[in-house]
């Protein structure tokens, strides 16, 4: 019995990431940034919660049909139920909470609430994964990229604040990090990111849609935007950014995958200016510079 606990904590020792791993994780990181907006445009054609209950369900069916093309075996351990509803849940309220956030708040306020994240799962990964521990460097590298988030966003405009959608996001944070500590520390971490996704999208699909009545208008006058927003989200985002996620985490240290997600808020204060001619004062591309620093620091051998 204590050979068998070793050896599944031995597992979970995860290198640090690598230039391969970084690319990758980048690219999610502005794919997540870019996801905030379409969330928010998105917002307009749907209730939040029916929306986000929308998107799992398109993604799940994306996802059979990408298991069945590519003839990947579908047995699921019983070992890992447990660990599979636990993660669909939390993965439900996750969403449940930000989409409600994004449609009381602005997105540049939201997004420095819940890329928060990479301090819970920092935090969390220092009591409960081996080799993870937040070493001086690692808390240095953790304060200088939140300080680089919220040097990026003070010049927003506060016009659509929302202490509750404030809240939310908060807490939105805290369900992403405990997501991802449980698919590291139960026997989940042994099953495939497509079955791992596939328990977080069969829980969610059918309660968020269940519980979007009580949140509101299901429909709101839907466009061909709204609907092409919805399709982005549900197989770009959901069915490959975080299938894509969940497999470097599994390859990964916690603390080092979680540390990209600072590049994220910075990310979309960016795609505002790209794409919508927002004003982009200079502290935002210093801001780039702490968020890049704090990386470097976090994922420092």
Not at 69 to 89: C, E, N, S
Not at 91 to 105: C, G
Not at 191 to 214: D, G, N, R
Request: proline share 4%; aromatic share 10%; hydrophobic share 60%.
């Amino acid at each position: 019995m204590c050979r068998n606990c070793t050896s599944f904590w031995r597992m979970e020792e995860k290198r640090p990431v690598d230039a391969a791993g970084a690319a990758a994780l980048i690219g999610i990181a502005a794919l997540l940034a870019f996801n905030q907006v379409v969330i928010k445009i998105t917002g307009g054609g749907f209730g939040p919660v029916f929306q986000a209950g929308l998107r799992s369900g398109i993604a799940l069916v994306f996802l059979l049909g990408w298991i069945w093309v590519l003839g990947k075996p579908m047995a699921f351990p019983r070992a890992a139920i447990a660990g599979g509803l636990i993660t669909g849940l939390l993965f439900t309220v996750e969403f449940m909470a930000i989409f409600t956030a994004l449609d009381l708040t602005a997105v540049s306020r939201s997004s420095i609430l819940f890329y928060s994240m990479p301090v819970w799962l920092a935090l969390g990964a220092h009591v409960l994964l081996p080799g993870e521990r937040l070493s001086g460097p690692r808390v240095m590298g953790l304060m200088l990229a939140m300080v680089g988030v919220v040097l990026a966003l003070l010049d927003r405009d506060a016009a659509h604040v929302s202490l509750t959608g404030d809240a939310l996001a908060v807490f939105a944070a805290m369900c992403w990090a405990g997501l991802a500590l449980v698919v590291r520390i139960t026997p989940l971490a042994r099953v495939s990111a497509e079955l791992q996704l596939m328990c977080q999208l069969v829980v969610s699909a059918p309660i968020l849609l269940m519980l979007a009545p009580f949140f509101g208008d299901l429909m709101r006058d839907p466009q061909p935007l709204h609907w092409a927003g919805l399709l982005f989200q549900s197989i770009g985002v959901v069915g490959l950014g975080f299938m894509i996620w969940f497999r470097l985490l599994a390859t990964y240290r916690a603390n080092g995958v979680a540390s990209f997600s600072f590049l994220s808020p910075v990310l979309a204060v960016i795609f505002g200016w790209l794409a919508l001619g927002e004003h982009v004062a200079g502290q935002v591309w210093l801001a780039l510079g702490l968020v890049a620093a704090g990386i470097f620091l976090i994922n420092r051998r």
